[in-house]
């Protein structure tokens, strides 16, 4: 998603109800959910995800481009925890975080 940041006293005035805005920047934020994922790939993942910022490289919706920006992540479910006994594996599925533009 593409998120408006908007300045101290944009909102609505209380004696004509008109929306006051002044926008500062805008803000991207993704959604991610990872599929099966191998324990040693999991591991990686979140250990990039625990750092204060990070950087990644997104393909943007809005300009069709790819674009290195810096993220951060507050929260990581880890989803399912899966242990296959054939090959004595461990796997994540459904391990989802939001990274957040900086």
């Given at each position: ?37 191998p324990e040693s790939i999991a591991i ?59």
């Amino acid at each position: 998603s593409c998120n408006g940041l908007n300045a101290d006293g944009s909102g609505r005035d209380i004696q004509t109800g008109e929306m006051l805005r002044t926008k500062i920047a805008d803000k991207i934020k993704w959604e991610v959910k990872m599929l099966a994922l191998p324990e040693s790939i999991a591991i990686q993942l979140l250990q990039s995800l625990q750092k204060t910022f990070y950087t990644a490289i997104t393909h943007d919706p809005q300009t069709g481009q790819w674009k290195e920006r810096t993220y951060y992540t507050d929260s990581v479910p880890f989803g399912v925890q899966r242990y296959r006994k054939k090959t004595q594996e461990i796997y994540y599925d459904g391990l989802s975080f939001t990274m957040t533009e900086r």
